[in-house]
């Protein structure tokens, strides 16, 4: 996995374990699946910094992946979910 620069590592290790087991595994169709820890620190960069999606910096992976990713968990009910985790820490600047 790459390393994120600083700012960015704000999930712990033991919060990710969770997140982590609400996830659905990779289709084994297709191509290969992005980092999914990688994607979640883009969506919280873009919460945090009010920014437009197409400005997720690279090394997130590429914004749409980031864009998609976020609106598929919305919509199956998992990004609340992750809220509840990331809780208090994050929520109060995503919701």
């Known amino acids: 996995m790459q ?3 600083a700012p960015y590592q704000d999930v712990t290790d033991a919060q990710w374990e969770r997140i982590a087991a609400l ?6 169709m297709g191509r290969p699946p992005q980092d999914h820890r990688q994607l979640l ?6 919460m945090r910094a ?3 999606w197409r400005e997720v910096p690279d090394h997130f992976g590429p914004w ?19 809220l ?4 208090p820490q994050h929520a109060a600047h995503v919701l």
């Open 50 to 52: 009010g920014a437009a």
């Open 84 to 87: 509840a985790i990331l809780s």
């Open 3 to 5: 390393t994120l620069p």
């Open 23 to 28: 996830l659905p595994p990779p289709s084994p």
């Open 64 to 82: 749409h992946t980031v864009y998609t990713r976020y609106q598929e968990w919305c919509r199956t009910g998992l990004w609340p979910q992750i």
């Open 41 to 46: 620190a883009g969506m919280l960069w873009v």
